[in-house]
Structures are given as structure tokens and as C-alpha cells.
């Protein structure tokens, strides 16, 4: 099988904010060490003295590299594509870490999986967001929970780097355990389902996001796309989930559910037309090392940034000085709303 993705075992070192297990209430500080950096120190040196660059001026079309250069007035595109790159979202995956470990005390979990690679796609109807077990999504070398259409997806990678060519896909991420309220439908930037499409729309190569039904359900008449409300004697829920979790931008106590595209990785080994920075000469792009397809890594940073918005959200509406605090805050609104109280 031909590697799907890069697997970079990275070990993040607390170094501030923890005291025996236990936060104290000040920042909490990560390190997480580059080992390729050895390889770099001459080439990314700040020192003026001796610097002897090896400049790349060929575009990558699809990348940053044009438009960071004309923006900041560059000359030699390694000034882009080293801050461009996707590596700056390990800082996001190690801080969601510590947003999940919030929620979790609360029950809230969330999740994220790869639902289609290239034109291979698990389907809503092959995934039960409510049921699907972690396990099976890191078992699979592509993060998806369905053993035929993982088998699939590998297969597609697997064709698309015999071609020398790249794939996009979509992935989900699932939140559950969320009580209703968190958010705003009265403030604009407080509306939750626009912060967290934010956050999802800034990792790199995502170019669309949906909730629940989302474009497909935009087709059907209201009668077949709002969920309908019940009482269960003790607390309202829906029939359905086709808004995601969020109406009027606030939680509405069914899981979130959201799913993001990511276009193919823009460096492919069989190389695109593009013209040189300098010469403005007709060139193929520049070839830096990539995988074939980044959807079932995006999925991990994708559950990292719901897991740092919802926490953003969760302590807006209970937050206080102390844990402690913050349950009773919890506590108290889920006996208002007649939810069923956590141990």
C-alpha cells in the first residue's frame, strides 16, 4: 500500500500550567520538538553570515506560494511554504488534548473520522455517528470505520500515486453529550456553528464545511429537512439530526455533526505547468516532499479545533475560578433544562 500519510510520532512535553497531574490555573505550556529540524538549521539559519540559501522560485499552483510572495514581497518562495505548511498544526492538536480533557469531565466526546477519499465514499447511512467506536477508526490505515470502504479508499491511494497524482476527500467530526444553549442566537460572533466553521475553514487545504444535511439537504422542502420536536416526559429532543446539533447558532442538544472537504495536496510528484517567480519563465512546479492524500490527518486537527471551540463555548456559559465551580454551574442549568445529571 502506498503510504496514505506521513506518521511523525510527535511527544508533546508539558513544561508549565500542570503541577502533579493536576492544572493550576495559570497558561499551560507545550513543547513539541521538530526532529527534522537538524536537517534544516543551514538552510532556515537566522544568522546573516555564511547564509548560502538554495532559493526556490517555481510556483506550486493550488499552494500559497504566489499569493505569500506577492503579499510580502518575496523572492524565494521557502519564505511561504515554511509557514504555510500544515506542520504548524501540531500546536492545535496537542492544545485541543488538554480542550478535550475539559469536556470529557463533563461527558461530552468527540470524534472524527474520513467519510470519502477521491470518488470513494462511506455515506451517512454507513456510519452511525452515535455508535461508531474509536476503535474502529484507528484500526483502518485511512481513519474510516467502514472496512469495505477503507479497503477502497487505500486502493484509490494506492492508483493515485502510480500517477504520480494527489486525492482530497472529506472527513467528520462528532460531538456528543452536549447540552442545549451553548452559543448565541443573538450575538453574530457568538453564534456557535460560524465559530466552528472558522476554525475548520483555517486548516490547511479545507474548502468547504457542512452541517448535518448541509448542501444536499439545501434541495429539500422544509417539510423533509427541519427535525421534528418531541418530549419525553422529563426533556425535549428531535426526531431527526439533519441541522447538525445547532440551530440559531446554539447547541440544541442532539451531537454536532459536521463534515469538511479538503481539496488533493497541491506538490505532486508528476508536476503541474507553473511559471517561475523570478523569470516569470514557463516552469513545472516545484516538487516538495508531500503525502497523497492528508484527509485522514485533517481529521485528526479537525476534532482538535471542535474540541477548543466547544471548550471556548462550554466555559463561556458555566465557566468559573475552580473545576468545582464550573460543575455547579453545570449541574444547576441541566436540572433547569430537565436533562439527566452526569455522575
Not at 510527535?10 to 497531574?21: K, L, N, Q, Y
Request: hydrophobic residues 40%.
Amino acid at each position: 500500500m502506498a503510504t496514505a500519510r506521513r506518521f511523525e510520532v510527535d511527544e508533546a512535553r508539558i513544561v508549565g500550567g500542570v503541577r502533579g497531574g493536576v492544572t493550576l490555573g495559570s497558561p499551560i505550556a507545550l513543547v513539541i520538538q521538530n526532529r527534522d529540524h537538524a536537517n534544516w538549521v543551514a538552510e532556515m539559519t537566522p544568522e546573516r553570515e555564511g547564509f548560502a540559501p538554495k532559493p526556490v522560485t517555481r510556483l506550486r499552483p493550488g499552494h500559497a506560494d504566489l499569493a505569500g510572495a506577492l503579499k510580502y514581497g518575496h523572492s524565494d518562495v521557502r519564505n511561504v511554504l515554511e509557514r504555510s505548511s500544515a506542520r504548524e498544526t501540531t500546536s492545535r492538536v496537542a492544545a485541543g488534548g488538554v480542550a478535550r480533557k475539559l469536556l470529557g469531565r463533563f461527558g461530552i466526546r468527540v470524534l472524527s473520522f474520513t467519510q470519502s477519499i477521491g470518488t470513494v465514499d462511506a455515506g451517512h447511512d454507513r456510519v452511525d455517528p452515535a455508535s461508531v467506536a474509536e476503535e474502529a477508526i484507528e484500526s483502518s490505515p485511512v481513519r474510516c470505520p467502514d472496512p469495505e470502504a477503507s479497503a477502497e479508499m487505500v486502493r484509490a491511494i494506492d492508483g493515485a500515486a502510480e500517477r504520480g497524482d494527489t486525492l482530497g476527500g472529506t472527513f467528520r467530526v462528532i460531538a456528543t453529550g452536549l447540552p442545549p444553549g451553548l452559543g448565541s442566537h443573538v450575538h453574530w460572533d457568538r453564534k456557535l456553528d460560524g465559530r466552528l466553521a472558522q476554525a475548520i475553514l483555517s486548516i490547511n487545504a479545507v474548502k468547504g464545511v457542512e452541517f448535518g444535511a448541509g448542501f444536499e439537504g439545501s434541495s429539500r422542502p422544509g417539510s423533509e429537512f427541519h427535525d421534528e420536536i418531541t418530549y419525553t416526559g422529563s426533556a425535549f429532543a428531535h426526531l431527526s439530526n439533519r441541522a447538525g446539533g445547532l440551530t440559531g447558532g446554539t447547541t440544541n442538544g442532539e451531537p454536532i455533526d459536521l463534515r469538511a472537504a479538503i481539496k488533493p495536496i497541491s506538490t505532486m510528484k508528476k508536476p503541474m505547468r507553473s511559471v517561475d517567480l523570478v523569470t516569470k519563465e514557463k516552469v513545472e512546479a516545484h516538487y516538495e516532499r508531500s503525502d497523497i492524500c492528508i484527509v485522514p490527518a485533517a481529521g485528526v486537527i479537525g476534532e482538535a479545533m471542535v474540541a477548543l471551540v466547544l471548550a471556548e463555548a462550554f466555559l463561556e456559559k458555566f465557566g468559573g475560578d475552580s473545576i468545582g465551580e464550573i460543575e455547579r454551574n453545570h449541574r444547576s442549568y441541566l436540572e433547569q433544562v430537565g436533562l439527566r445529571i452526569r455522575d
